[in-house]
């Protein structure tokens, strides 16, 4: 018995748009390629192409050299244009005190000056100097995990061509944050209350009398980059330390490493040779031509490494690549494979001396699919307890009475991460951070300004908002109380709608009562596209409007006017059965 004529023109009409809604975006199935088997290649044909992909190789090792370089010079650049600043942040003792705008400070130093290390360098500095104690100290190690997140974010907009990829890049990127956000929202309530990081990390350095050493320093990747970040720029890290700990004014400061004039000549005993060491520029200019510089150089790197990827990784090799790399350990073995994951990233992140360093250069493995998100998370986890060893090496080379304080805080922030891992790894459930960095990944693919506005928002907006509202007065922070607690409401009602809607009120089912800007950013979408930026549809593509018809339903007729709902799976859900059920009827 065939169905109304009705129906069955509309699944044909449909049948392209059913075809794209059963393709999982999240996973990279297609290897297929034109390319002739190696079986029927002739003897030239297999030297011509084993030499092509070692060329390749090369390439994408050169490119890859290049880009961790440009993670450098980014650093440096942000260093130069806001150390100072960062510097004057942390010099304000009495914003130190409040744990939260101390989570937010962190945050936000390390942003600026691109590097967790550095501005846990620098609270290891001012503990030791006893300009904050080690309880103040927590709460800015906790928002330097965070800060450090956000260079594969920027990382991953550099394949914001690909709608796909750049699902999978963010998503890889952003699964980092959502980490760091959700171990600090428990931990920090946890540590105000109970205090748990500063008594265990005293236990664990009163418990073990580690000898001071004069010299101790483990360097295996600045080995081979140096030599030519050092050549390009070189910036005094202490600077930013000597500011926060009020040795030195921040107009007295110089960052940028300079060669003075003496009488009219060049100081003769200067021995910097990079290339601003003869320039006479301030930080704030040679910052922001290295801005420029560095973020020219890591999107030419991000383009060439992810064409070598998508040249290399097709056919049979990029099978076996993503066999291997994605595979468990068979029968129940294949739970603990994420621990070898974990494991893997934290030497790795040893090896390069950087978490920021390590996630960027999987990120856009990530989007091109080779490593799947649920792969990713476990190498984050690790790259968070990798980079904790760098900074326990560091505060061991301590001397006087700064070693107790120095490894206080390190194993502090090792344990921040411990326990992390501990709350949002093992139990599946508990996996919050996938479903989130997923959400952020789709929202993403939809509305591409909105990784931007992301990046703005968290790492800048956020952060300067709070530390403001801290300075004007202590009790304003409780002006946010009632956000919080909405944006709470908001999350637990999502949930519940998707999960078992009946139980909610038939209003609350959906959020069709709510203005349209109150839950789809089609509105904002159409502002960001028209007005901010113009030449938007030629910049990210004109696949925009397939995606509008895919993503879009029409829900509801009010006053003649017809309402657009999107980002309420619950109520789509329900009008397309409605509208089923109609169509057969």
């Known amino acids: 018995m065939s169905a109304p004529n009705g129906h069955v023109a509309n699944g044909t009409a449909n049948g392209h748009k059913h075809d794209k809604e059963d393709k999982n975006p999240w996973v990279m199935e297609n290897f297929q390629t034109d390319e002739t088997l190696w079986k029927d290649k002739s003897t030239q044909e297999k030297i011509l192409t084993v030499l092509w992909v070692f060329i390749r190789i090369c390439l994408f090792l050169g490119f890859l050299y290049v880009f961790i370089c440009s993670l450098d010079f980014l650093s440096s650049a942000f260093r130069l244009l806001g150390g100072k600043a960062a510097g004057d942040v942390l010099n304000d003792h009495f ?12 945050v936000l130093v390390t942003v600026l000056v691109q590097s967790s290390s550095t501005s846990t360098s620098i609270v290891v500095a001012m503990v030791s100097a006893d300009i904050i104690r080690v309880p103040q100290a927590i709460p800015i190690v906790m928002g330097a995990n965070i800060g450090t997140s956000v260079t594969n974010t920027i990382v991953s907009m550099g394949q914001v061509q690909d709608r796909d990829e750049f699902r999978r890049a963010f ?33 664990i350095v009163d418990g073990f009398h580690i000898p001071e050493r004069d010299h101790l320093e483990v360097e295996i990747l600045k080995v081979i980059t140096d030599p030519f970040t050092k050549l390009v720029i070189q ?27 003496i009488n009219g000549t060049w100081d ?30 890591l999107c030419l790197c991000l383009f060439g490494i992810v064409k070598i990827l998508h040249s290399l990784l097709k056919g049979s090799i990029a099978k076996i690549i993503h066999k291997y790399l994605n595979a468990d350990f068979p029968g129940y073995a294949g739970y603990f494979t994420g621990y070898l994951a974990i494991i893997i990233g934290a030497v790795m992140t040893f090896i390069v001396q950087s978490s920021s360093i390590f996630t960027s250069a999987i990120t856009p493995l990530v989007g091109v699919g080779v490593i799947t998100l649920d792969r990713m998370y476990p190498l984050t986890l690790g790259a968070n307890i990798g980079t904790t060893a760098t900074g326990i090496i560091a505060a061991l080379a301590s001397s006087g009475g700064k070693l107790q304080n120095a490894l206080q805080i390190a194993i502090c922030h090792l344990f921040f991460n411990i326990t992390g891992i501990v709350i949002f790894y093992p139990i599946p459930f508990m996996r919050w951070p996938l479903p989130m960095a997923r959400a952020l990944g789709d929202t993403t693919a939809k509305y591409r300004w909105f990784s931007l506005a992301y990046l703005v928002l968290m790492f800048f907006v956020m952060p300067a908002v709070v530390i403001g509202l801290s300075v004007a007065s202590p009790y304003a922070l409780f002006a946010l109380l009632p956000f919080v607690l909405l944006f709470i409401v908001v999350i637990i009602i999502n949930i ?25 950013l089609r509105p904002y979408d159409s502002i960001m596209r028209c007005r901010c930026c113009p030449c938007y549809d030629q910049c990210c593509g004109k696949c925009e409007a397939l995606a509008d018809d895919e993503d879009t339903e029409i829900i509801k007729k009010q006053n003649g006017d017809l309402k657009i709902g999107l980002d309420n799976t619950a109520y789509s859900v329900s009008v397309i059965d409605e509208k089923e059920n109609n169509t057969k009827l």
């Open 95 to 106: 914003l130190l005190s409040n744990p939260v705008c101390g989570v937010m400070m962190g």
């Open 171 to 203: 998503a890889g990127a952003t699964v980092h944050d959502m980490f760091n956000w959700l171990t600090v929202i428990i931990l920090l309530i946890i540590e105000v209350i109970t205090h748990y990081l500063q008594r265990l990390s005293k236990a």
């Open 235 to 261: 910036v005094d890290k202490k600077a930013i330390t000597k500011i926060a700990a009020d040795e030195i004014s921040k107009d007295e400061a110089q960052i940028l490493k300079l060669c003075k004039k």
């Open 268 to 297: 003769p005993e200067c021995d910097y040779d990079h290339w601003f060491a003869y320039s006479g520029l301030s930080d704030s200019q040679a910052g922001g031509i290295m801005l420029v510089v560095a973020l020219a150089i």
């Open 496 to 520: 519940i709608q998707k999960k078992r809607p009946g139980i909610l009120p038939s209003k609350l089912r959906d959020w069709s009562c709510l203005p349209i800007w109150c839950h789809s």
